[in-house]
């Protein structure tokens, strides 16, 4: 028997929304208001769910069938009452006195609230079916909107979302600029009024845009503005929303974009090993933790550095960041050639494995009694002395703020300026085939080592202001997850790809800060990000070109096409 | 790789062998400070022959559960030539949710009553959900990646190994669970004058039954015989009429249920479960997989052994005699300095199959 498209699409669209159920999503999403009093973050992710299988419904439709609204409304219908038909069977379940919970921990009261909206099994049947029908028929309507209207919802949808969901940085924000946000936010929440104003704001602001051909254009018609200074002027203008953003707001906002900024050092890092030359280290942390332990241990003032055991030198520090960085990048380097020297001969999945065991490696030997002495076991190093900066010790997170944007933008520039030297195109021939590349006279021992040294430099970079940022270094900090939030920044964004890194660090890592209810979610979005990326978009959200290029490499390209069918008569 | 060892010559090392020098180096450095360790834990004659014979066993039972779940990287690789990062999340999810099961058949008095139908009606729950997991992923993670570059499945297999630890942490919390006992199994049996716990008895003898089933199978049924033609050329198995998808899915399908099956085995020797004990396994069975010659069955399970035994004998046996304290903790460090050492020095493993067919 065949199962139409749109009724497959429906039941898998119900039966993602009753694992967001099940795993306990929509019931801590529905802490969250995004509009108060109207609409809850478990009502949006139920809807998008509705809406996206909806829209699979027309995956393989044709003709009038991709334009007519059945599919959709059939695909959303379906999704509604599989769930509401399911949420019935347990909530029956749980009134026979079966004990659901001492499996699925999460069908608890609170879950069925989620799921009905706060309304009993029955009722919410028929809200769910409703609202699938409903978000199946917008999914349809969505595809046959002319461009202008099709923009106007995205951008109300865009804004309400972002401001809703951003409530915690722009609160501060606002405040620090001596805006009122009474009449937009309350609790944290938009109020409706104020998510009507926005919206319309937005509206208009994207409208106007988009008559002039694009903010740049717009931009020329101020006074003053010419085509010519028009970069130089966004430039200074980006610089200033930079330099400006910890001051702006309390110390939280300085907080997460420091934790942003970090992660934009630690993913540039990685991008040369991974995007530039191809080869998934899964250990990066060790470097992270090679360069925080080393500076803890130069800088520390507690008894445990090594200077009070080895040297039974008095408990002081040995000297101050300033001296320890050097040391530390030549320390990195040094074990980054170390670790990739045995391994670079290697195939690449071979590679992932054996650094994941090195990750592992220092890791538990951290953690260990042996060297406890050193580097102190589980407790770590404390008492990590503040960075001297601009004329005092301080560990100030604007101040930091500041170093690590510093050293971002010299990571930014060497990156930018490796990726199309000599070294960058001797990695890129290398990443696409070794074997061509060592014939073409690269030197793949030699680049892949230089690789991992980058690598490895920048990443201790970003694990040197760990330290002197939290005041300790403890093995806590350095766990296998490190390695892959920054891997899952990196292929986010898109790998090889500089801007793809900031922009992955700030959805990665920003936007998680900003919602401690998806704290306890985090990684298990995390994984889905990654298999959903790799399935749909291997290349990240913002591509380098040569990379997606070879990322598609096996796809039919429409320029090609006709040419090697004509240059190969034969095979038809 | 024959051929690129020859051509590395060619590269900066093109005077000295210097890498090789390095190497042997290494390793000579290695087996002289284990040699050393080992002459002095046995000199201060601490740990008596019962000692020894105990961290045996217990090394060989774990062997048997890293050679299951190793069976189901050697498998995968064999035939689609990627390593199934998130298989140690399909052992889990089979032995995990068992757990239910288990408690239900405790509290309802059937394991006391039935103890060996109840053990066998764990394993094959076990195996049906771990190979439900194992196909969904199969499904839903690799089949769109057919003939992609190889970082591809591999980053999309760390991403799924993250999603399903995580799902089932959704699912049944965080906590580590206890199994229930299992009666009948406590203390100790004798054989050939040995007095073993019990429940390693039982795990090396089903582990050396399932082996020995799987061996059979690949090596003499018609869809084993597939599986083996697919994984020697999938183009041409496709030509001989064999339907390489659906030698894919049951590729996936055995090596989960294998992995269900090690679950459970691993259940009876740590009594717990909880949504991240398959991380670790399913490293040591990958490092167990490559040992013994990534794509090779009996590799897999030669390969599992010796891990295994070198996790419970090498701590001690080298490392404490060298007085460094608490060498438990530094297990892992021992099997991954194997792995690496193995990678190095013999990256086909021991039966692993020949250079050029790897490459």
């Not at chain 1, 988009?210 to 740049?216: H, L």
């Not at chain 1, 003053?224 to 200074?236: A, C, E, K, Q, Y």
């Not at chain 1, 101040?399 to 690590?404: A, D, P, S, T």
């Not at chain 2, 897999?300 to 701590?315: D, F, M, R, S």
Request: one cysteine or more; glycine letters at 12%.
């Amino acid at each position: 028997m065949r199962v139409p498209q749109a009724v497959r699409a429906g039941l898998i669209g119900g039966a993602v929304v009753l694992y967001l159920g099940a795993v306990g999503m929509l019931e801590r999403f529905s802490e969250r208001s995004i509009i108060v009093g109207l609409i809850r973050f478990n009502v949006v992710v139920m809807a998008a769910a509705f809406f996206v299988f909806a829209l699979f419904a027309y995956r393989r439709a044709s003709g009038e069938a991709s334009t007519s609204l059945g599919p959709g409304i059939t695909a959303g219908t379906v999704a509604g009452v599989t769930t509401g038909v399911v949420v019935i069977i347990l909530s029956l379940l749980v009134d026979a006195g079966v004990d659901v919970r001492s499996m699925f921990l999460r069908i608890s009261p609170a879950f069925f609230e989620a799921v009905t909206l706060g309304t009993n099994p029955y009722i919410g049947l028929i809200i769910l079916a409703v609202m699938g029908a409903l978000m199946g028929a917008a999914a349809g309507g969505f595809r046959r909107l002319a461009p202008t209207p099709r923009t106007i919802v995205v951008t109300v949808v865009g804004t309400v979302l972002l401001l809703g969901l951003g409530a915690r940085l722009f609160i501060p924000m606002l405040q620090g600029l001596g805006i009122p946000t009474a009449w937009l936010y309350r609790s944290d929440a938009l109020t409706i009024l104020g998510a009507i104003i926005v919206s319309v704001l937005a509206v208009v602001i994207r409208l106007y845009l988009r008559r002039k051909g694009g903010f740049r254009k717009a931009l020329v018609e101020v006074p003053g503005v010419t085509p010519s200074n028009v970069r130089p002027i966004l430039f200074v203008l980006g610089a200033i929303a930079v330099l400006a953003a910890p001051w702006i707001g309390k110390q939280f906002v300085a907080d997460v974009l420091g934790t942003v900024g970090l992660y934009i050092l630690l993913g540039l890092g990685l991008n040369i090993v991974v995007g530039y030359a191809g080869l998934l280290d899964l250990g990066y942390v060790a470097f992270f933790a090679v360069g925080a332990y080393t500076v803890a241990l130069l800088t520390a003032r507690s008894s445990s550095m090594v200077g009070a055991t080895i040297f039974d030198l008095a408990p002081e520090p040995l000297t101050n960041f300033w001296v320890a960085l050097p040391i530390t990048l030549i320390v990195a380097v040094v074990i980054g050639i170390l670790i990739g020297a045995p391994v670079l001969r290697l195939r690449g999945d071979y590679l992932a494995i054996v650094t994941l065991g090195f990750g592992e490696i220092i890791r538990v030997l951290i953690l260990s009694d042996w060297l406890k002495p050193i580097f102190g076991g589980p407790q770590g190093i404390t008492e990590v002395a503040d960075v001297p900066a601009f004329g005092a010790d301080t560990n100030d997170p604007r101040v930091l703020y500041y170093l690590i944007i510093a050293f971002a933008l010299i990571s930014l520039f060497i990156a930018g300026r490796l990726k199309n030297s000599r070294v960058g195109r001797a990695w890129a021939a290398m990443r696409e085939d070794e074997d061509i590349a060592e014939g073409m006279g690269v030197s793949v021992i030699k680049y892949k080592l230089l690789a991992f040294a980058m690598g490895a430099a920048v990443g201790c970079l970003g694990g040197a202001f760990f330290p002197a940022k939290l005041g300790v270094a403890n093995p806590g900090s350095f766990t296998l997850l490190v390695s892959i939030n920054v891997l899952a920044v990196v292929v986010l964004g898109g790998m090889g790809s500089i801007p793809g890194v900031i922009v992955g660090s700030a959805i990665l890592v920003g936007l998680p800060e900003l919602l401690r209810e998806f704290g306890e979610y985090r990684l298990h979005i995390y994984g889905a990000i990654l298999v959903m990326i790799m399935i749909l978009k291997p290349e990240g959200l913002i591509p380098d070109k040569r990379r997606a290029l070879e990322l598609h490499a096996d796809e039919p390209h429409e320029s090609v096409g006709p040419l090697t069918a004509a240059a190969t008569p034969g095979v038809q | 790789m024959t051929i690129s060892a020859r051509r590395s010559t060619l590269g900066i090392f093109s005077r000295l062998p210097i890498r090789r020098i390095v190497l042997i180096v290494l390793g000579v450095i290695i087996t002289v400070a284990a040699i050393a360790g080992a002459r002095a834990t046995l000199a201060t004659g601490q740990y008596s022959g019962r000692v020894w014979q105990d961290l045996f066993v217990q090394g060989l039972a774990r062997g048997s559960v890293y050679a299951l779940i190793a069976l189901g990287y050697t498998l995968v690789y064999g035939i689609l030539l990627i390593i199934n990062f998130a298989h140690g999340e399909v052992f889990m999810a089979g032995a995990f949710t068992t757990l239910f099961l288990a408690g239900y058949l405790s509290s309802s008095g059937f394991m006391a009553s039935q103890p060996a139908l109840a053990l066998l009606i764990m394993l094959a729950f076990s195996a049906l959900v771990s190979m439900g997991v194992a196909l969904l992923l199969e499904r839903i993670a690799y089949r769109p990646l057919r003939g992609a570059p190889r970082l591809v499945p591999l980053i999309t297999a760390i991403g799924a190994s993250l999603f399903l630890q995580y799902t089932f942490r959704g699912f049944y919390g965080e906590q580590v669970r206890a199994y229930p006992n299992i009666p009948g199994l406590a203390g100790d049996w004798n054989i050939l004058g040995l007095s073993i716990d019990r429940p390693r008895v039982v795990v090396i003898g089903a582990a050396i039954l399932i082996w020995s089933s799987l061996y059979l199978f690949i090596e003499r049924t018609k869809t084993g015989r597939a599986m083996r033609a697919v994984g020697e050329d999938r183009e041409i198995a496709s030509l001989m009429g064999i339907d390489v998808d659906r030698i894919i899915v049951v590729t996936f399908a055995i090596g989960g249920a294998l992995a269900g099956m090690a679950g459970i085995l691993f259940i009876l020797l740590f009594n717990q479960a909880s949504f991240d004990m398959g991380f670790v396994p399913g490293l040591k069975a990958f490092t167990a997989a490559v040992l013994g010659g990534i794509g090779s069955i009996t590799g897999a399970a030669l390969g599992g052994l010796i891990l295994g035994l070198i996790e419970a004998v090498g701590p001690i046996l080298f490392l404490s005699g060298a007085g460094i304290p608490s060498v438990g903790q530094l297990t892992s460090v021992v099997s991954f300095t194997i792995l690496v050492l193995v990678l190095i020095f013999l990256p086909g493993g021991f039966l692993g199959a020949s250079e050029e067919k790897r490459a």
